[in-house]
């Protein structure tokens, strides 16, 4: 292809963007008429072209709100589970999601939006990856391009199978059909799904050579990808194949200070702060979006906080469940956050804002007036949370133990040793898990993962809001999203999840 026509987000919007870099970048041609190797031309360039990848994560690519980037989709894996709850309908946004209606519809823009944002992301890394490789110019930031272009396909991909495809058994053949894998801008014609075994096999290719090229390079934010989220990834993808020793092992290394200075899990007072702030010292990746990159409603803050005066937010704020929130005591920070009487006095909120038992303030917005906040993807807390699941499945409790209550006892200065012994422990790191990591993108994935059905029984559900949608076995279709149609009509080699 002489032409590349590039998301225009990928590119064309790079002056905006978090990072420095070349600020004359394309500022005089069209990426639409300028061939690939010309826009690739340099390192400088390169780097360009990865924060366009980073804006990408969180913001609106097209007139749909909700669909911003990864950071929507996040909310839509917790708006799928049953710890976060809706008291109401609010003004729409994410009810479809709530009745698990969106995983069937072939043609709903909110349930083709995964497959073409990654299979967009995916176009702009082999970009990256393909003509980079010429690229003139720095070695060294030449090198950090490529190997964010292929941690960013590798974490695209993953995205991908875990939507698209069934869950991964380790033992198996796992021959079932995941999405569609490109490694190339050249390769556009018709073409079969892989199998989630071989999607699987590129991942772990693509992050073993995002290690090699990132191994030494300098952390300059925390939107970028570096040694320490690499192997963060790794921890991620092995814990989903149940690769326990591989998952303990990168765990382990990720959360290391030697590759990340200052990576050290947070206060009780910064847990209390918003979790709006990259620069926390626990965030090992995410996203700061600046005044002039708002989307103002469709930021995650605009859904997820619950301070800021939007309807959704003024109308159906953020509820945590009370099974969760039970079963944990009060002196845990985690539940300190949750206000079982919904009036959140210290926020002094206005008296328009509906007010509803057990709502969330562990994300809040500027004010209430700005929605911006940093949206945190990894934190140091869930590689103790992988690490010691990790741990108990390969027999090693005692371990286990370890790991997990260095990150409790930072969260409940009460709290002094796990008494429980078997798959009661098991439990109280599955429990860890869904109060830590709350909000923040992981349920959906974590219960399809485990072989776990839903059960939003017993809780402060709203029978109406979700549509009597209380449980949904492991076995049902909905699991696993449905392609596309307009990927049907523009593939005819592609194959349709069943319904």
């Given at each position: 292809?002489?032409?590349?026509?590039?998301?225009?987000?990928?590119?064309?919007?790079?002056?905006?963007?978090?990072?420095?870099?070349?600020?004359?970048?394309?500022?005089?041609?069209?990426?639409?008429?300028?061939?690939?190797?010309?826009?690739?031309?340099?390192?400088?360039?390169?780097?360009?072209?990865?924060?366009?990848?980073?804006?990408?994560?969180?913001?609106?690519?097209?007139?749909?709100?909700?669909?911003?980037?990864?950071?929507?989709?996040?909310?839509?894996?917790?708006?799928?589970?049953?710890?976060?709850?809706?008291?109401?309908?609010?003004?729409?946004?994410?009810?479809?999601?709530?009745?698990?209606?969106?995983?069937?519809?072939?043609?709903?823009?909110?349930?083709?939006?995964?497959?073409?944002?990654?299979?967009?992301?995916?176009?702009?890394?082999?970009?990256?990856?393909?003509?980079?490789?010429?690229?003139?110019?720095?070695?060294?930031?030449?090198?950090k391009a490529i190997g964010e272009a292929y941690a960013y396909r590798?974490?695209?991909?993953?995205?991908?199978?875990?939507?698209?495809?069934?869950?991964?058994?380790?033992?198996?053949?796992?021959s079932n059909l995941g999405p569609v894998l490109r490694e190339d801008?050249?390769?556009?014609?018709?073409?079969?799904?892989?199998?989630?075994?071989?999607?699987?096999?590129?991942?772990?290719?693509?992050?073993?050579?995002?290690?090699?090229?990132?191994?030494?390079?300098?952390?300059?934010?925390?939107?970028?990808?570096?040694?320490?989220?690499?192997?963060?990834?790794?921890?991620?993808?092995?814990?989903?194949?149940?690769?326990?020793?591989?998952?303990?092992?990168?765990?382990?290394?990720?959360?290391?200070?030697?590759?990340?200075?200052?990576?050290?899990?947070?206060?009780?007072?910064?847990?209390?702060?918003?979790?709006?702030?990259?620069?926390?010292?626990?965030?090992?990746?995410?996203?700061?979006?600046?005044?002039?990159?708002?989307?103002?409603?469709?930021?995650?803050?605009?859904?997820?906080?619950?301070?800021?005066?939007?309807?959704?937010?003024?109308?159906?704020?953020?509820?945590?469940?009370?099974?969760?929130?039970?079963?944990?005591?009060?002196?845990?920070?985690?539940?300190?956050?949750?206000?079982?009487?919904?009036?959140?006095?210290?926020?002094?909120?206005?008296?328009?804002?509906?007010?509803?038992?057990?709502?969330?303030?562990?994300?809040?917005?500027?004010?209430?007036?700005?929605?911006?906040?940093?949206?945190?993807?990894?934190?140091?807390?869930?590689?103790?949370?992988?690490?010691?699941?990790?741990?108990?499945?390969?027999?090693?409790?005692?371990?286990?133990?370890?790991?997990?209550?260095?990150?409790?006892?930072?969260?409940?200065?009460?709290?002094?040793?796990?008494?429980?012994?078997?798959?009661?422990?098991?439990?109280?790191?599955?429990l860890n898990r869904r109060l830590e990591l709350w909000g923040e993108?992981?349920?959906?994935?974590?219960?399809?993962?485990?072989?776990?059905?839903?059960?939003?029984?017993?809780?402060?559900?709203?029978?109406?809001?979700?549509?009597?949608?209380?449980?949904?076995?492991?076995?049902?279709?909905?699991?696993?999203?449905?392609?596309?149609?307009?990927?049907?009509?523009?593939?005819?080699?592609?194959?349709?999840?069943?319904?």
């Open positions: 292809m002489k032409n590349i026509k590039l998301l225009i987000s990928g590119l064309a919007m790079t002056t905006l963007l978090l990072t420095s870099c070349n600020d004359d970048f394309l500022d005089t041609q069209s990426t639409e008429s300028v061939d690939a190797p010309t826009i690739y031309s340099n390192a400088d360039n390169l780097m360009a072209a990865i924060n366009g990848m980073h804006r990408n994560m969180y913001v609106r690519q097209n007139s749909s709100q909700g669909q911003n980037g990864y950071t929507g989709q996040m909310i839509i894996s917790d708006v799928m589970g049953e710890d976060l709850i809706f008291p109401t309908t609010g003004n729409g946004w994410f009810r479809d999601e709530l009745r698990w209606i969106t995983p069937g519809l072939v043609t709903s823009g909110t349930a083709s939006y995964p497959w073409t944002f990654w299979a967009g992301m995916i176009r702009n890394a082999n970009n990256i990856i393909t003509y980079g490789a010429a690229a003139t110019g720095d070695q060294i930031l030449k090198d590798a974490f695209s991909n993953f995205q991908l199978v875990q939507l698209y495809g069934i869950r991964y058994t380790a033992g198996g053949n796992n801008p050249a390769d556009i014609l018709p073409k079969q799904r892989a199998t989630v075994e071989e999607t699987y096999a590129l991942i772990w290719s693509d992050l073993d050579k995002a290690q090699a090229l990132l191994t030494g390079k300098t952390v300059t934010n925390k939107s970028h990808f570096t040694l320490a989220n690499v192997k963060g990834l790794k921890a991620r993808v092995a814990l989903v194949q149940q690769d326990y020793a591989k998952a303990a092992q990168f765990a382990n290394e990720a959360r290391a200070t030697s590759l990340t200075p200052g990576i050290a899990l947070m206060s009780q007072t910064q847990y209390k702060a918003g979790f709006n702030d990259y620069t926390n010292s626990e965030w090992m990746w995410g996203v700061t979006i600046l005044a002039d990159q708002s989307d103002f409603f469709g930021n995650f803050h605009g859904y997820m906080s619950r301070n800021y005066n939007s309807s959704q937010i003024r109308t159906a704020p953020k509820v945590m469940s009370t099974k969760l929130y039970n079963a944990f005591p009060s002196t845990d920070v985690r539940v300190q956050v949750v206000d079982p009487t919904g009036a959140h006095t210290a926020l002094a909120l206005p008296s328009n804002y509906s007010k509803f038992p057990y709502t969330s303030q562990k994300f809040l917005s500027v004010s209430q007036s700005v929605s911006l906040g940093d949206v945190p993807f990894m934190r140091a807390a869930e590689m103790y949370l992988i690490e010691a699941e990790a741990l108990y499945r390969l027999g090693r409790e005692a371990d286990s133990k370890t790991v997990l209550t260095t990150l409790v006892k930072a969260r409940d200065t009460s709290f002094t040793a796990f008494t429980t012994t078997g798959d009661a422990y098991y439990q109280q790191i599955l993108g992981f349920r959906f994935y974590d219960l399809k993962r485990l072989n776990q059905k839903l059960d939003r029984t017993g809780a402060n559900h709203n029978a109406t809001v979700i549509n009597n949608v209380y449980t949904i076995e492991p076995t049902d279709a909905r699991w696993q999203w449905m392609i596309p149609q307009a990927e049907i009509n523009a593939n005819p080699l592609i194959t349709q999840n069943p319904s």
